[in-house]
């Protein structure tokens, strides 16, 4: 089974600023990880596929990169509606989904 | 545009079976560019996903929860179904129905997600 890890667990930031969260998976997945941002009550939502594609109707601040076992996700000035948690999601095989990084307000 | 409905009780008893209904909308079952999935939440905790499958019945299960799910799908109502056997405490969660993007047996990630629904395991 191939297991993933976030870090941090929990991020304090002010908006404007730029934030990033790292994911690593156990083994090598090549390029085959999604970010979801997910919000109180709410279902997750694609914002990165395929480790650095921005999904449709995404906002441009939001940027994925990384390969193999090491991905990061970065909002590049954080804006209100930006306080959530975010799920790393490996689809090389099977899937296994990050425990997760909340980002509050600082 | 595409929309997923999860329905279903709310309430299952231990040792039971849990079985939930995902109703897709504006768009096929059937779609070959298309897999079906479900994945869970525990109350504060992280994602789980159960399993998934695409219209010719070919399904792809956690391995930890294999022993006890079974997905189906009837592309004449546009619906497919999870079933969960012999629940405990620990089987409740929220539950999410998922579509995903698919190239022949390469499953990709999920596009669309239902609101989801919780489903309590309690006597």
């Not at chain 1, 994911?23 to 109180?40: D, F, G, N, T, V």
């Not at chain 2, 159960?50 to 399904?59: D, F, L």
Request: aromatic share 14%; net charge positive; hydrophobic share 30%.
């Amino acid at each position: 089974d191939i297991q993933m890890t976030q870090s941090p667990s929990t991020l304090s930031a002010s908006v404007g600023d730029r934030v990033t969260i790292t994911c690593r998976a156990s083994q090598s997945i090549s390029s085959w990880l999604a970010w979801y941002q997910q919000k109180p009550g709410k279902a997750p939502k694609l914002l990165i596929y395929k480790a650095s594609s921005l999904e449709s109707g995404v906002p441009s601040r939001f940027s994925g990169s990384g390969s193999g076992t090491e991905f990061t996700l970065t909002i590049s000035s954080l804006q209100p509606d930006d306080f959530a948690t975010y799920y790393c999601q490996q689809y090389n095989s099977y899937f296994t989904f990050g425990p997760g990084t909340k980002v509050d307000i600082k | 545009q595409l929309q997923l409905q999860e329905s279903g009780p709310g309430l299952v008893k231990p040792s039971e079976t849990l079985s939930l209904t995902c109703t897709v909308s504006g768009g096929s079952i059937s779609s070959s560019s298309y897999y079906w999935g479900w994945i869970r939440q525990p109350p504060g905790k992280g994602l789980e996903w159960i399993g998934s499958m695409y219209y010719s019945g070919t399904t792809y299960y956690n391995p930890s929860l294999k022993s006890r799910v079974t997905i189906s799908i009837d592309t004449s109502k546009n619906q497919f179904s999870l079933n969960l056997s012999s629940v405990t405490a620990a089987d409740t969660a929220v539950y999410y129905c998922a579509k995903g993007i698919r190239f022949g047996k390469l499953l990709y990630h999920f596009d669309y997600w239902g609101q989801g629904t919780l489903v309590t395991v309690s006597s």
